[in-house]
């Protein structure tokens, strides 16, 4: 069984703290990995995207992946209310070329003013 | 330009009734995903679609699932009968750039 863990959280920062989110995934053969922001009652939306290992910057977000370890995270800079929701991890398994995603079931994020 | 158009938004129905999910994805993408989303298992891949070909239904939950796209611009996916148990938030998203998948607003199905 092919997983992505999350921590359910939730995670509470104040305002304009760095919020680190971690995931980690049991297929060595995932080569893709996905975060996904989703509020409340709404869908997910796709926030970032990382292929290979290192960092990737985007704005405020920073996604790190390390296929050695098979870790994922993504850090938010000066966290603001706005950013509360639940973070969604997922990775893409190789033999099926990238497109079956795996979802971890999400970490709840609560920045507080 | 619009995106992933999901019908209906909600529905309540009871045990032993067929229920029609219908998704119109973005237009030009050739990837078409339906997911199911529950508090307990989180976002479960059910079946995905790639120029209107069922590529993998290994997450359809049983043969009471089945899934359909007729074209490009439109998909359906029936319960029948459905189940309590079937109750959840059914997304469909689609792409053209590979894993770059636009959700749906989602369907919420609650059977009684």
Known sequence: QKEVEQNSGPLSVPEGAIASLNCTYSDRGSQSFFWYRQYSGKSPELI???????????????????????????????????????????????DTGFQKLVFGTGTRLLVSP | DAGVIQSPRHEVTEMGQEVTLRCKPISGHDYLFWYRQTMMRGLELLIYFNNNVPIDDSG?????????????????????????????????????????????????????
Do not use: H
Not at chain 1, 49 to 60: F, L, V
Not at chain 2, 77 to 95: G, H, M, N, T, W
């Open chain 1, 48 to 94: 970032m995207s990382i292929y290979s290992n290192g960092d990737k910057e985007d704005g405020r977000f920073t996604a790190q992946l390390n296929k050695a370890s098979q870790y994922v995270s993504l850090l938010i800079r000066d966290s603001q209310p706005s950013d509360s929701a639940t973070y969604l991890c997922a990775g893409g398994p190789w």
């Open chain 2, 60 to 112: 359809m939950p049983e043969d009471r699932f089945s899934a359909k796209m007729p074209n490009a611009s439109f998909s359906t996916l029936k319960i029948q009968p459905s189940e309590p148990r079937d109750s959840a938030v059914y997304f469909c998203a689609s792409s053209l750039i590979v894993n770059e998948q636009f959700f749906g607003p989602g369907t919420r199905l609650t059977v009684l």
